[in-house]
């Protein structure tokens, strides 16, 4: 009996303890905090030409790393796009009105240039009208018209007469309403005066009609003027009339209707030489022609052909030396061209 129990102890013993050693043999332990955090990551990489597979081994802390960069340079990249949207946006901005300031430029440039040619052409008309209302008071026994008649008062728009260089398209504006008020003036006198003088001087102001134009009115050749009238070679010689530069066997016209004096040689420097007699002490000259169609005695009427240009007598080149001669003395022709 006491065998007996000593086996049922040692049963029960062995039983505890192989109940303990089975309780041992299932328990699981948790992976700790530190073997999270050094959790891997693998990214696989295949090509699928050459069947080669390659495998990146990446640390969660590299991954969270990865992820801030990539998020950065996406702010990056929407901050340097935004950019230049606003870039772009600005030069389309800044081109657009320097389109506008070039067109509105233009467009002031081109009124300038229209109203500039208008009052070209009213200052023209002016001289004329001067010119014709001098031929009359020459007529009448008045004085001349002084340059400073010319220049209408319109305050500071045009101080000089005609049209500054340097002005709005108001201030030409101005200065040619002006202009067209003066030339009106002019010509309400014109009228006037041409009136006194048909009445009491009939047939002698070539107004109306064909009587004589006693004027000299325009240029007696086509060329350009290469010396004027007055002191020239430093004071040296006083030039007593005007040199007009032209070509060989261009032709010359008498400026007013009148009489030849003289046509033919001159021994005083002039070589070929035309002088006409228009009447009321007024005469024109013309020298150094190549040659002479006219002859002395000849009436001629404002713009015939009475000779040609050359270079004739005392002559550097082919030119048309022309005068203008009042009750026998030389004044400035280009007032009358």
Do not use: C
Not at 51 to 56: E, H, L
Not at 179 to 199: C, F, P, T, W
Request: proline residues 5%; glycine residues 12%; without cysteine.
């Amino acid at each position: 009996m006491g065998n007996n129990m000593d086996n049922n102890t040692n049963n029960i013993n062995n039983n505890e303890d192989n109940s303990i050693n089975n309780s041992t043999n299932h328990i699981t332990v948790p992976p700790t905090s530190t073997e999270a955090v050094g959790k891997r990551f693998t990214l696989r990489l295949f090509d699928t030409e050459s069947d080669v597979t390659r495998s990146v081994h990446l640390s969660l802390r590299a991954v969270r790393m990865l992820a801030v960069g990539a998020g950065a340079g996406l702010a990056v990249l929407i901050g340097a796009s935004a950019l230049s949207v606003y870039t772009l946006m600005h030069s389309y901005r800044h081109e657009a009105e320097t389109a506008q300031l070039r067109e509105a430029n233009r467009i002031q440039q081109e009124q300038i240039l229209t109203v500039s040619k208008k009052a070209a052409a009213l200052e023209e008309e002016l001289g004329k009208l001067r010119r014709t209302e001098d031929g009359l008071r020459a007529i009448v026994g008045a004085p001349e018209t002084q340059p400073e008649d010319d220049n209408p008062q319109v305050g500071d728009a045009a101080p000089t007469g005609g049209v500054p260089h340097s002005a709005t398209t108001d201030d030409l504006s101005e200065a040619l309403a002006a202009l067209e008020r003066h030339i009106g003036v002019r010509r309400a006198s014109l009228d006037e005066l041409s009136g006194i003088v048909q009445k009491n001087y009939p047939g002698a102001s070539g107004l109306g009609g064909t009587a004589p134009v006693t004027t000299p009115t325009g240029w007696p050749t086509d060329g350009f003027i290469s010396s004027p009238y007055g002191l020239r070679f430093g004071g040296a010689e006083f030039h007593q009339g005007i040199d007009i530069a032209a070509d060989t066997g261009t032709p010359i016209t008498a400026t007013a209707d009148g009489v030849v004096t003289a046509a033919g040689w001159s021994g005083s420097g002039y070589g070929n030489m035309v002088d006409i007699d228009h009447g009321n002490g007024v005469m024109t000259r013309y020298g150094h022609a190549s040659a002479v169609a006219v002859t002395a005695g000849e009436q001629v009427r404002r713009g015939q052909i009475i000779a040609y240009v050359g270079s004739t007598g005392h002559s550097t080149g082919p030119h048309l030396h022309y005068e203008v001669r009042l009750n026998g003395q030389p004044v400035n022709p280009a007032p009358y061209l």
